[in-house]
């Protein structure tokens, strides 16, 4: 989930490197080709099988652009940042970015009971954790927090279906803002990958910031690979807990060992993940939720919520809700790493060669 401060677009910068690897039979044309770059204040990296040999840069570039100019709040114009700083109510388009972001956004908060909520973007920001100065809290002032978690009202928000595709959206709590932060990623993978596929490329490998969408087979035809980073304070990007396969699925992480304030003089740890109910950032024995379900979106999303409400609560929830699976890494009393998962994760272990 990840981690997972929120959305600075750099100058995106595309490197393409093409491989000469064939893959045999009918498909001897396929290549691999690969893009790498920088966006949302993190790196990318797309692979994907292709015989054209056609540059989608440009067409991905425009894509993320239009992605943060609707839902970064780092960006002073954005529609998010309008909503958030400017006015009570804002205009978006019925399948743009905003409103697609915000149905996502919802869904995950109906299915996990408010654990998600996009509403809690003053707290995130108390916190050190949003757009505005980065710096930790020294002295906390529970009476701020209270005044503060009276703005996480995400049902407050009223949306208005004013033209065919057109929606309007108002807050009825004034100093309400909306935080993407915990979904934007995952969503701006989903529509990289649906890009590539309207380029009639269905065998690709689209990951921003550590967020995945996986659809058919590598040029070797294994499903695509990839691990869940062991998370220990320290350690190297490298190293992983487990190696998993992803066959037509999406992959989100979300772990408080990264993101953190320390203070030095207490020794305590502010974690970026704050719980919606208390507004304060959480502190429990889980230390990273992985979230397995098609659209990488719902995966962002479900692994923040995850990590605010704890292991037991958290694996119930994964255990019932169809199409989602979770792997859970936390911590014992005596400190070791233990892991849990959902029935539906054994097989992604397995990384045998696809059928």
Same mark, same amino acid.
């Given at each position: 989930m990840k981690s997972i401060l929120f959305i600075i677009l750099s100058i995106l910068v595309l490197t393409i490197s093409c491989t000469s690897e064939s893959k045999p039979s009918k498909e001897k044309a396929l290549k691999k080709e690969q893009f790498v770059g920088q966006t949302m204040g993190t790196t990318f990296s797309i692979s994907y099988l292709d015989s054209t040999g056609v540059d989608f840069s440009t067409a991905l570039n425009d894509l993320l652009i239009d992605i943060n100019q609707a839902v970064s709040t780092y960006e002073e114009n954005s529609e998010v940042s309008i909503f958030n700083k400017k006015a009570d109510s804002i205009y978006v388009e019925k399948k743009g970015h905003f409103a697609r972001n915000y149905n996502n956004a919802r869904y995950v908060y109906q299915q996990t009971k408010?654990?998600?909520?996009?509403?809690?973007?003053?707290?995130?920001?108390?916190?050190?954790?949003?757009?505005? $100065? &980065?710096?930790?809290?020294?002295?906390?002032?529970?009476?701020?927090? &209270?005044?503060?978690?009276?703005?996480?009202?995400?049902?407050?928000?009223?949306?208005?279906?004013?033209?065919?595709?057109?929606?309007?959206?108002?807050? &009825? $709590?004034?100093?309400?803002?909306?935080?993407?932060?915990?979904?934007?990623?995952?969503?701006?993978?989903?529509?990289?990958?649906?890009?590539? $596929?309207?380029?009639?490329?269905?065998?690709?490998?689209?990951?921003?910031?550590?967020?995945?969408?996986?659809?058919?087979? =590598?040029? =070797?035809?294994?499903?695509? /690979?990839?691990?869940?980073?062991?998370?220990?304070?320290? =350690?190297?990007?490298?190293?992983?807990?487990?190696?998993?396969?992803?066959?037509?699925?999406?992959?989100? =992480?979300?772990?408080?060992?990264?993101?953190?304030?320390?203070?030095?003089?207490?020794?305590?740890?502010?974690?970026?993940?704050?719980?919606?109910?208390?507004?304060?950032?959480?502190?429990? /024995?889980?230390?990273?939720?992985?979230?397995?379900?098609?659209?990488?979106?719902?995966?962002?999303a479900f692994a923040t919520s995850f990590m605010a409400m704890g292991l037991d609560q958290a694996f119930e929830l994964a255990s019932t809700i169809p199409g989602i699976d979770a792997y859970f890494i936390y911590s014992t009393p005596t400190g070791d790493l233990k892991t849990k998962y959902t029935s539906g994760v054994a097989s992604l272990m397995q990384l045998g060669k696809n059928k």
């Open positions: 408010g654990w998600f909520n996009p509403s809690v973007m003053p707290l995130v920001n108390y916190w050190g954790f949003g757009y505005t $100065e &980065k710096k930790m809290v020294t002295n906390t002032d529970s009476s701020t927090i &209270k005044d503060l978690l009276r703005l996480v009202q995400f049902d407050s928000i009223q949306v208005t279906e004013i033209l065919p595709n057109q929606l309007l959206l108002t807050k &009825k $709590e004034k100093g309400l803002e909306l935080d993407f932060s915990a979904i934007a990623k995952g969503d701006a993978v989903d529509q990289v990958g649906l890009l590539l $596929e309207r380029f009639n490329i269905h065998n690709y490998y689209v990951e921003i910031g550590g967020e995945v969408r996986a659809r058919g087979t =590598t040029i =070797t035809g294994f499903n695509w /690979r990839t691990g869940i980073r062991a998370p220990k304070e320290g =350690t190297a990007a490298q190293e992983l807990q487990v190696a998993i396969e992803l066959p037509n699925l999406s992959l989100a =992480t979300s772990g408080n060992y990264i993101n953190y304030y320390l203070d030095k003089n207490t020794g305590m740890k502010y974690a970026h993940t704050i719980n919606p109910h208390t507004g304060y950032p959480e502190k429990n /024995r889980l230390l990273s939720a992985s979230v397995f379900t098609k659209k990488c979106a719902l995966a962002d």
